[in-house]
């Protein structure tokens, strides 16, 4: 297989869903369709059991289990299919995020009872600044659910993006009948099974009485309806004509039931045709094509190993063009150094092994003792900065104190090594000097209490900090000499709730949505913004 083809056939991509929705069990079932495992219940992956949410070590040590399951390679078809997996917890949605940056393409799962949910709302904000293209699987079937037209309503109310049905179901519940596959034009015919793939009729005209036969006279003449709506309502879609969904305008909708592994394969079977390989990615010098000889690549997340005694961690690289080898010299851009790699590991199913090469489009992970920090970049000798790895803003705030004045040093190398990796975002006050930590949930400041004790033997205590949001601020680029003195203005009356980022970028703390709706109307040429690049 040549170069070129190698990189064409790769699918990377990431599942996400509001938990519950059906997430794991798509991905074990969209496994076993690749072969990677053989029964089901085989992918434990890293969902957090509900039970478990007070206790972090529990879900630490779950989602130390879960390295393994982050990314889960396999082939069909002649594609190389890899799956990034997202910690279902909502105190790891910057995890989630982050990994959205590696993907090629998502697939969006959601409840065919209860619809669009917060988490599924917040990804997708992520998918659509990213332009990423997305499908969409409505799940659970099996059980009653919203009228399905109702359903494509909401998904594109609420998700901001077109949809157009690529199956149509027979009702739901008790009485779900299965799909007309508008894609495949086939009629699939459901039946509750959870080991065996259901077979599936060609019927290119949906006039067929057969339908009538095999569904019911009442059944076939609502679907017939239903897909005359469809036709003159939604666009068309065919793999010829994919240009809405590469753009992340449109996302194409398949009906099924993960648990019965009904419209799985259907769903797998378009999204090969359809989804992007390896896309061009941007960096600040210059566009990085997939398909370039040189290899280049950049850490998007790192995954810290919770055993004190070994403060060794894997560093997530997503490759974004050429072939990465083993033993061969890179550049690590940011520490200006060559830095070669002896155990690099790809993940394959659920199996992690040490690989000779990787390419675009593939991650890989590298053993780190420290070397890296989210956005690293690695390259055969370029000076290259990959863009599109913003930080959000957090939900929660607090000051962190030293407890043990003894220790200020180990306190200051630990949060600043834990903030490269990810695990939460430091702001300094630039009136007090005063450091805050923000996170996206209350379980990441339990994890950083611990670790700065356990593997820095540093102590913090914190202290509340009432804080709506933290925006980075930027001048009018329009009006270049108003915005100035705006901003002159902002940071002197504003003083007490600026800070710095851990880039030193200006950051507003606004501790309610009235103080920073007031700002944004006050300072016209002053941008505020959610995420810290725009
Ligand atoms: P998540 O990763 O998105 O959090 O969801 P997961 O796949 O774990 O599924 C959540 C629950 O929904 C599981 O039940 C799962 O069996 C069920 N489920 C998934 N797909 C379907 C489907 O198509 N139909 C129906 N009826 N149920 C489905 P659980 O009881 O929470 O867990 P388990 O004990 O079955 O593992």
């Given at each position: 297989m ?22 794991t ?28 949410t ?22 069909y ?10 910690p ?5 949605a910057?995890?989630?995020f982050?990994?959205?940056?590696a ?39 099996d ?12 998904i ?12 149509w ?6 009485r779900?009948k ?11 015919l ?10 599936s ?16 006279g009442?059944d ?31 996302a ?46 950049f ?5 810290a ?13 997503k ?16 520490l ?6 002896s155990a690099p590991?790809a ?9 000779d ?6 991650i ?38 030293n ?24 702001f ?18 339990e ?15 914190w202290e509340?900090?009432?804080m709506?949001?933290?925006?980075w ?12 003195e ?10 007490q709730?600026?800070?710095f ?19 944004q109307?006050?300072y ?11």
């Amino acid at each position: 297989m040549t170069f070129q083809e190698e990189i064409l056939r790769r699918r990377t991509f990431a599942i996400i869903s509001h938990p519950d929705a059906g997430k794991t069990t798509l991905t074990e079932k969209l496994l076993l369709y690749g072969g990677a495992i053989h029964v089901a219940g085989a992918v434990k992956s890293n969902k957090i059991r509900k039970t478990a949410t007070s206790d972090w070590m529990e879900i630490e040590k779950q989602r130390g289990i879960s390295v393994a399951t982050s990314v889960m390679g396999f082939e069909y078809n002649d594609y190389k299919i890899n799956i990034l997996d997202t910690p279902g917890h909502q105190d790891f949605a910057e995890d989630t995020f982050r990994t959205l940056t590696a993907v090629d393409s998502v697939i969006i799962v959601i409840d065919a009872a209860k619809g669009v949910e917060t988490q599924t709302r917040r990804l997708m904000q992520v998918c659509r600044m990213r332009k990423t293209p997305v499908m969409v699987f409505v799940n659970k079937m099996d059980r009653e659910g919203k009228d399905p037209f109702d359903l494509l309503d909401e998904i594109e109310a609420e998700l901001g993006i077109h949809v157009t049905p690529l199956s149509w179901p027979i009702n739901s519940g008790q009485r779900f009948k299965g799909v007309y596959n508008i894609f495949q034009h086939t009629l699939d015919l459901y039946t509750p099974d959870k080991t065996h793939v259901t077979e599936s009729i060609r019927y290119d005209d949906v006039n067929n009485p057969e339908i009538d036969s095999l569904v019911g006279g009442q059944d076939a003449d609502k679907l017939r309806q239903d897909l005359e709506l469809i036709t003159e309502v939604y666009p068309e879609f065919t793999v010829s004509n994919t240009a809405g969904y590469l753009s992340g305008d449109l996302a194409p909708v398949f009906f099924g039931s993960a648990l019965n592994t009904f419209g799985v394969k259907e769903l797998l079977e378009c999204f090969v045709q359809i989804a992007p390989s390896p896309r061009p990615v941007s960096t600040e010098e210059r566009e990085v094509k997939p398909e370039e000889q040189q290899f280049t690549g950049f850490v998007f997340k790192i995954h810290a190993n919770m055993d004190p005694n070994h403060r060794s961690c894997i560093a997530f690289v997503k490759i974004c063009s050429g072939k990465f080898e083993r033993n061969v010299y890179y550049q690590h851009v940011r520490l200006n150094q060559k830095m070669r790699f002896s155990a690099p590991t790809a993940f394959m199913a659920q199996k992690k092994e040490t690989v000779d090469e990787a390419y675009a489009g593939d991650i890989i992970g590298l053993p780190d003792t420290g070397n890296f920090k989210i956005g690293d970049t690695l390259t055969s000798g370029e000076i290259l900065h990959f863009k599109g790895l913003p930080s959000f803003s957090p939900e929660m705030f607090k000051y962190i104190e030293n407890a043990d004045p003894m220790k200020q040093k180990q306190l200051d190398k630990g949060v600043n090594q834990l903030m490269d990796e990810g695990v939460a975002q430091l702001f300094v006050n630039q009136a007090t000097g005063r450091k805050i930590i923000g996170t996206v949930g209350q379980l990441q400041f339990e994890v950083i209490q611990y670790r700065l004790e356990h593997e820095y033997n540093a102590r913090c205590k914190w202290e509340p900090l009432q804080m709506y949001k933290a925006c980075w601020i930027e001048p009018d680029p329009d009006a270049p000499a108003e915005a100035a003195e705006e901003l002159r203005l902002f940071k002197q009356r504003k003083s007490q709730y600026l800070a710095f980022d851990k880039e030193g970028r200006d950051v507003f703390l606004a501790d309610s949505a009235y103080l920073l709706q007031m700002a944004q109307n006050d300072y016209k040429h002053i941008r505020f913004h959610f995420t810290s690049e725009f």
